[in-house]
T-cell receptor
């Protein structure tokens, strides 16, 4: 059974304090690993898709990396507007999408 | 704004009733996905349609059904509602089907329908 766990459950950072979020997964035949951000009461907003181990993608202050067992979302010099819940998801050979529980990030000014 | 629209925004109903949630995908997107998000279960994939055909099935209950119409909009039907069905229901769309062997496609989520079952 495909599974996704995320850590930490919640993270509080000062503005400018860089950190990383972890997504650990088990999946049969990884077809893609996704990162989304979600603001309260809104739909998830797409950030990245990673397809194979060793792949990295960057967007503004965010960088996502992928290994065979986990992915990291690195946040460099975060700002208060980066506060959100960050969701990781995988799609395996069965084409089912499995989401992790998310990491609630708070960036304090 | 992702370009995906969902109606209604809020829905309050009673146990045992049946409701229909509607989703219009982004212009040009052929694939539609349905998700349920509750506080205790997180975001759960329910079902995917591509160009009118069912493509993938997740944790969708037998009381729930969906379809995608020729104009590509989709409807999620929930029947014999229970208190535990109260949740946010999201629709997402993407261009491609995510065919086996091909990179899977980016999904764009709608704003959701909040269902409350009393």
């Amino acid at each position: 059974e495909d599974q996704v766990t995320q850590s930490p459950e919640a993270l509080r950072l000062q503005e400018g304090e860089s950190s990383s979020l972890n997504c650990s997964y088990t999946v049969s035949g990884l077809r893609g690993l996704f990162w989304y951000r979600q603001d309260p009461g809104k739909g998830p907003e797409f950030l990245f898709t990673l397809y194979s181990a060793g792949e990295e993608k960057e967007k503004e202050r965010l960088k996502a990396t992928l290994t065979k067992k986990e992915s990291f979302l690195h946040i460099t010099a975060p700002k208060p507007e980066d506060s959100a819940t960050y969701l990781c998801a995988v799609q395996g050979r069965g084409q089912n999408f499995v989401f992790g529980p998310g990491t609630r990030l708070s960036v304090l000014p | 704004d992702s370009g995906v629209t969902q109606t209604p925004k809020h829905l309050i109903t009673a146990t045992g009733q049946r409701v229909t949630l509607r989703c219009s995908p982004r212009s040009g997107d052929l694939s539609v996905y349905w998700y349920q998000q509750s506080l205790d279960q997180g975001l759960q994939f329910l079902i995917q349609y591509y160009n009118g055909e069912e493509r993938a099935k997740g944790n969708i209950l037998e009381r729930f059904s969906a379809q995608q119409f020729p104009d590509l909009h989709s409807e999620l039907n929930l029947s014999s509602l229970e208190l535990g069905d109260s949740a946010l229901y999201f629709c997402a769309s993407s261009v491609e089907e995510g065919l086996a062997g091909a990179p899977t496609d980016t999904q764009y989520f709608g704003p959701g329908t909040r269902l409350t079952v009393l």
